[in-house]
């Protein structure tokens, strides 16, 4: 899936296995980070953003990200659930509605404590 942001802050939540896929994409690009277990980078480009969302997921890595413009956040857990938040109903069935398309699916009656779908 394309993503139409050309920037996006991203925070570990919680690092459970070894970021095996996060450490070489970090390294392939000289990114130093003080502990690869907590951390927080801002990302720019499309294709940066969906390098690291991919290092992320293959690592099962609890994070948080918000792109710019902020239209949405995307919070992932280690047990491979990802739910979205957005600031409106429209906002959210915008966003879902493309990543349902794609073939994810709504993990019913699943909710974090704050609102929002979790596909998994």
Do not use: N
Request: with cysteine.
């Amino acid at each position: 899936m394309p993503f139409p942001f050309e920037r996006g802050f991203l925070a570990t939540d919680q690092v459970v296995f070894e970021p095996l896929h996060l450490l070489e994409l970090l390294a392939d690009h000289a990114i130093l980070v003080e502990d690869p277990w907590r951390f927080r980078l801002v990302v720019e480009g499309k294709d940066g953003i969906a390098k690291l969302l991919d290092a992320m997921l293959r690592d099962c890595i609890d994070f948080l990200f918000v792109p710019v413009p902020t239209a949405f956040a995307i919070y992932a857990d280690h047990d491979e659930y990802i739910t979205l938040f957005a600031a409106s109903e429209t906002q959210l069935v915008a966003v879902t509605s493309k990543i349902e398309r794609a073939g994810f699916e709504v993990v019913p009656r699943y909710l974090r404590p704050s609102s929002g779908k979790i596909w998994k």
